[in-house]
């Protein structure tokens, strides 16, 4: 799976809501840095030849649909992040986040029990 970019991204989020779209569609979910619309119409193509998106031609126009999940997505994204940024360490990545104070010990406590209740 290709890595994106910042704004490709953002792109596939509206479009894993959207779920089907014509670029004008996904244009106006866009609130801030608007692109022109030949910009983000360049985007999608992107996308689409990363293999994320395919699209259905109805004359000229194309509404495009995401055919990577966003589940998929985020599996292959947490799985870099861990690899490249905790040395494939989970105890790593929970460390980090208990120290930054973004995860509780109740959370933990709550993930701990999903661990035992899957032994």
Known sequence: MQKLTNKEEEIMHILWKLEKAFVKD????ITEDQPHY????TIIRNLEEKGYV???AY?????????????KYRKAFMNNAIEHYFNNS???MVSFFA???KISAEELREILAI???KK
């Open 26 to 29: 996904v244009m106006a979910e």
């Open 115 to 117: 661990i035992e209740k």
């Open 99 to 101: 120290e930054e104070e």
């Open 90 to 92: 989970y105890k790593s």
């Open 54 to 56: 395919s699209h259905q």
């Open 38 to 41: 030949n910009t983000l119409s």
């Open 59 to 71: 004359g000229n126009t194309h509404q495009y649909f995401p055919i990577i999940s966003k589940e």
